[in-house]
């Protein structure tokens, strides 16, 4: 069964600053993995995707992750942290289950940015 | 805009009170979900639908109904048998396999039960 692990439930940086935001996974198959940003009493947006073409990948709002199979990692960043970046994230692996895609979620990362 | 719509954002129930809460969308998807978040538990599935008149259980669908009686429409009821309702209720839908779907889901803004 596939699985998500998201290390660290809240990172804070400052803003300016690297952000990196870990996410590992395992499974079977060559998954396809995402990233959800998600603000106060909304629902999941999409940040970005990795469907097995480009190992990196770019997002919205300047976000980047990068596919390492080596690792079985797929972490986010973001070069210098604005304080509209403040929300939830989560890391996400889709897998074929009985005919159909299945996503699973890890628990959440939850980012402050400091001033 | 094709999109999903929840309602209510906001509902008060009620103990032994029985609500259905509202997904629409006009994304032309064949598959539905509903998801319940919890402060620090991420997202768990309740109840999915890969096609219009067929659902089936996820993780958690103790205390759940849902329908699909119209493939634009997925309503989940919260019933009186569900011990601990109160959470943020999310719906999502997605292109199902068949159609080039890769797992991605497109999320409603969330209704959030409180029971009082």
């Known amino acids: 069964a596939q699985s998500v692990t998201q290390l660290g439930s809240h990172v804070s940086v400052s803003e300016g600053a690297l952000v990196l935001l870990r996410c590992n996974y395992s499974?079977?198959?060559?998954?396809?993995l995402f990233w959800y940003v998600q603000y106060p009493n909304q629902g999941l947006q999409l940040l970005l995707k990795?469907?097995?073409?480009?190992?990196l990948v770019k997002g919205i709002n300047g976000f980047e992750a990068e596919f390492k199979k080596s690792e079985t990692s797929f972490h986010l960043t973001k070069p210098s942290a604005h304080m509209s970046d403040a929300a939830e994230y989560f890391c996400?692996?889709?897998?074929?289950?009985?005919?159909?895609?299945?996503?699973?979620f890890g628990s959440g990362t939850r980012l402050q940015v400091q001033p | 805009d094709g999109g999903i719509t929840q309602s209510p954002k906001y509902l008060f129930r009620k103990e032994g009170q029985n609500v259905t809460l509202s997904c629409e969308q006009n994304?032309?998807?064949?598959?539905m979900y509903w998801y319940r978040q919890d402060p620090g538990q991420g997202l768990r599935l309740i109840y999915y639908?890969?096609?219009?008149?067929?659902?089936q259980k996820g993780d958690i669908a103790e205390g759940y109904s849902v329908s699909r009686e119209k493939k634009e429409s997925f309503p989940l009821t919260v019933t009186s048998a569900q011990k601990n309702p109160t959470a943020f209720y999310l719906c999502?839908?997605?292109?199902?396999?068949?159609?080039?779907?890769?797992?991605?889901?497109?999320f409603g803004e969330g209704s959030r039960l409180t029971v009082l």
């Open positions: 999502a839908s997605s292109p199902t396999l068949d159609r080039g779907g890769t797992g991605e889901l497109f």
């Open positions: 499974s079977s198959v060559p998954p396809y």
């Open positions: 990795y469907t097995s073409a480009a190992t």
């Open positions: 996400a692996v889709s897998d074929r289950v009985a005919g159909r895609r299945a996503l699973t």
């Open positions: 994304l032309n998807h064949d598959a």
């Open positions: 639908s890969q096609i219009v008149n067929d659902f």
